[in-house]
């Protein structure tokens, strides 16, 4: 699925304020290694249905075993072997004898104790892979095959078999300076290898752990040659008491025309429906209680446009240009989701209207996608009550002794809330303006 950076950022995938993004709210991995790879496993979606419910079948799988994971190797053991490697040390005697250990520990005795305390760590990395590969055993999934095949494969060199069997803190000092010979020659690109699959794991195993904690439920791709989204009490991850959302976007019905007040939970719906359909695609569970879909060749959103001073870019100029994009890229043919929050914002109301009525009547003649977009401009809804596949869809704001209740509920209709003058004033502006 084709996806941009104003998007993921737009979806708060990513955002320079980690804790508020969807990437923070996923992530329990316990490696620095591990939280790299779940970075980059949320940053691209995967290519086909196929790849999406082996991911699924992966996350499943751990959800079941996490618990047995043993918590043999940390943070600290991969940063030990790290600069293990990173490090210059006296070359180790070979072969080690005892004669030859005693004089290495006797003239290098920080590099013997730094090589003991590696040695150690590397016992406790080759055997939590060791006992995490028995869990892995049983699973069906290509992903965790590959990973198991590959642990197999290294660990069951002479030596690796070997050192599984020692226990770290009876080691003699002829075995200390043995098997760190064999690490630091010999088994530097096995590790690296290891180590990847280990953070890779770490990565998964923090979906699993976050699809366990959040209760989240696994979509169910359709096979389609067209769009198609069916939520079930969908809601927004990362709002503490979030409202659900039940709708379906499909041909015949595939744009989604949205009014509401400010405030009244237009954004946060457009958001709650990318981000799941983006976890979708990642293989990821997602928050709702239910999501059917298709499988999606782009996710494009126009939800957080800003000007440009140094670049001479007005924040109407952009707006133009992310339509114009948007456009240009929905012309393959393929199936897109587009998101749209409050359409020409930077510009006079007569403008806007005369505007986002063209680019409305363009885009739900294709197809190939489907529309979320919202606006304040509910006049121009006049002009579109005659096309079919348009849903009009708003968000209730209630005024009760001169305040204003939001139900947050998705219902059927059209908007003419008008609130920006009430919460100014509510919020003390007019006062004191006033004064």
Request: aromatic share 12%; net charge neutral.
């Amino acid at each position: 699925m084709q996806i941009d950076k104003t998007t993921l950022q737009d979806l708060s995938i990513f955002n320079s304020e980690e804790e508020y993004s969807i990437f923070h709210h996923l992530n329990f991995t316990q490696t620095t290694e591990g939280k790299s790879i779940l970075k980059q496993i949320l940053a691209k979606p995967l290519s086909s249905i196929a790849a999406i419910e082996d991911t699924q079948q992966t996350i499943q799988f751990l959800i079941n075993v996490h618990h047995q994971v043993p918590k043999i190797i940390t943070n600290g053991t991969l940063m030990v072997i790290e600069k293990f490697y990173l490090t210059p040390l006296e070359s180790y005697p070979h072969p080690a004898k005892a004669i030859n250990t005693k004089v290495y520990k006797y003239f290098s005795k920080p590099d013997f104790f730094l090589t003991k305390y590696s040695v150690e760590h590397f016992i406790d990395f080759v055997k939590g892979l060791h006992e995490i590969n028995k869990i892995l055993l049983a699973a069906k999934c290509k992903k965790i095959r590959s990973w198991v095949n590959s642990i197999t494969s290294i660990l069951q060199k002479q030596i690796i078999q070997q050192i599984l069997q020692e226990n770290k803190h009876e080691l003699s000092d002829v075995s200390v300076l043995k098997y760190a010979s064999f690490f630091r020659n010999d088994f530097k690109n096995s590790c690296q290898e290891l180590t990847e699959i280990y953070s890779t794991i770490d990565a998964y195993l923090s979906l699993a752990i976050a699809t366990e904690n959040f209760g989240y439920s696994f979509p169910k791709f359709i096979e389609s040659k067209e769009p198609l989204i069916e939520s079930i009490d969908l809601y927004h991850p990362l709002l503490q008491k979030p409202v659900s959302y039940s709708f379906n976007l499909k041909k015949d019905l595939n744009f989604l025309f949205l009014t509401g007040a400010n405030m009244a939970g237009k954004s946060t719906f457009i958001k709650s429906t990318g981000i799941a359909v983006y976890l979708a695609h990642l293989g990821m569970s997602v928050p709702a209680k239910s999501l059917q879909l298709s499988f999606f060749d782009g996710l494009l959103s126009n939800i957080q446009i800003a000007d440009n001073i140094v670049k001479n870019e007005s924040f109407f100029y952009n707006e133009v240009q992310r339509i114009k994009n948007t456009v240009l890229k929905i012309n393959d043919n393929k199936k897109w989701l587009i998101l749209i929050d409050e359409l020409f914002k930077g510009t006079n109301i007569h403008d806007a209207m005369k505007c986002s009525i063209t680019v409305i009547d363009g885009l739900q003649k294709r197809k190939n996608g489907l529309y979320i977009l919202s606006t304040h401009l509910y006049e121009i809804a006049e002009q579109l009550i005659d096309y079919k596949n348009i849903q009009f869809k708003f968000f209730e704001t209630n005024i009760k002794n001169n305040e204003m209740d939001f139900s947050f509920q998705l219902k059927d209709g059209i908007s003419d809330d008008r609130l920006g003058y009430m919460i100014l004033e509510k919020e003390g502006v007019v006062d004191l303006l006033k004064n």
